[in-house]
């Protein structure tokens, strides 16, 4: 019987086209017409007649298929046979292979997302591996080609043309070489038999190429290439996801079937392990991209009244009283806006007060003083100014571009010691807007940590 495009099987298969061609049979993309759903069958090839385990082979990667339910592995729906042809039909995956998805470029080096991406293929590739292994199978054909993706990101192991279970009876002659050489182990590179840890070589040849865009190994021939993996080292990554990354497929290529991780399931650990270090270090790029967008409160904005640009340039203006503000020449010494504290309504002895350069006074808040307006309201014309003290000392005058000695700019009264006032860390008793400022600040610096971490949340969690 022959098949093609348009021929139903056994009234229920019908053949839309051919989506697959190998060397022992051809894939057929169908529809089911019982299930009304689209299948994928398998038709064994009589191009080796000479063979006399091919039907064998194929019934027996229908058995193994049928011992393996898991997420990870195409799902086996019919065998039957006719005129001794093995037909094998599974689920349809609409997506892509492996092999197809580095043949287009999208898993390159500097591509957006990409560690996340490979990371969790591979992990699903470790689990659907881990599944067989667990069922006594061994794949021995491990290459892009073999696996399926579907749109949803989802990974499907497919082909067990060649697998092997360690219950059966191994179709395979002694000193065969059963693989592709391209990702053959070094045992099976050999002729030896294949085992677990011959899967998990396998896989590390394809996280080499997922990650870097080529193979490990190549060569004129398949000979040659299977004995590059028999004596060559692991060439190293120019483009590794990360140091652990690179150790770790390293030691799944190991020459030696003992020194690979023990099973697919460390593999898959692992995997999942890079990811989360992957997505913390992204989470804590976010963070720091969105507060160094927060607003900034300056002291300009928060203080109006005081218009200039730094503490040497203050200009003293006795609480805009009808007389004319004060000038004070270039190089002469400056008086600080805004001196007089929250209790002016009692009359206090003012307080000593020394002007110093750049606008540094000593005073003590909520002391209840409050200076004399009056005698510092209007200096001299002249390019000095007096202040005069309260006590007989005699007066002290403060020529321009000279300090007054800090001895005579104790105040009489003092209740706390003295702190240094400037425009930079002046903050008036109760200046509420400058506390409504902060609290804002505060309460926006929460809501976007919050939306950070919410955000995180969705995207490890995949919801």
Sequence with gaps: ME??????????????????QG??????????????KDVAIKIQTNSDSSDPNLLARQRLEARNIAALRHRNIVKMIDYFEIDGIGILVTDYVEGSTLAELIDSKKMMPGTPGRELKILNYLEQIAWGLQAAHDAGIVHRDMKPSNVLLDKNGIVRITDFGISK???????????????????????????????????????GVIAFELSQGYRPFTGTSNVDVAMKHIRNSVPKMPYPLSDEFEVFVRTMMAKDPSDRPNSATVVAEMMHYLQTTVQ???????????????PVVSDENTH???TSKSPSTLVYDPLKSVNPPTTVPEGGSRISPDLKTTDST????PQKISPVSSSVESFTPNSGITPSISKLATPPAHSSISVKPVS?????????????????????????PP????????????DYAFRVALVVLGVITLVVLGLIIFMSYKIITGS
Excluded: C, W
């Design 419 to 430: 702190i240094s006032i400037t425009k930079t860390n002046f903050k008036p008793p109760k």
């Design 23 to 36: 060397g022992m049979a051809s894939m057929y993309l169908a529809k089911d017409e019982l299930l009304h």
């Design 3 to 20: 098949f093609h495009a348009g021929n139903t099987i056994r009234n229920r298969y019908l053949l839309i086209r051919q989506i697959g």
């Design 346 to 349: 009692k009359e206090k002895k």
């Design 392 to 416: 007989d000392e005699p007066t002290r005058v403060v020529q321009p571009g000279r300090r007054a000695h800090s001895a005579l700019a104790k105040p009489q009264v003092q209740k706390k």
């Design 304 to 306: 109006p009244e005081s």
């Design 165 to 203: 279970s360690v219950t059966a009876a191994d179709l395979t002659m002694v000193g065969i070489v059963v693989g592709t050489a391209l990702y053959i182990s070094p045992e099976q590179a050999r002729g030896l038999g294949a085992i677990a840890q011959s899967d998990i070589y396998s896989l």
């Design 280 to 294: 913390a270090t992204q989470l804590l790029q976010n963070a720091a991209s969105a507060s160094s967008t927060l």
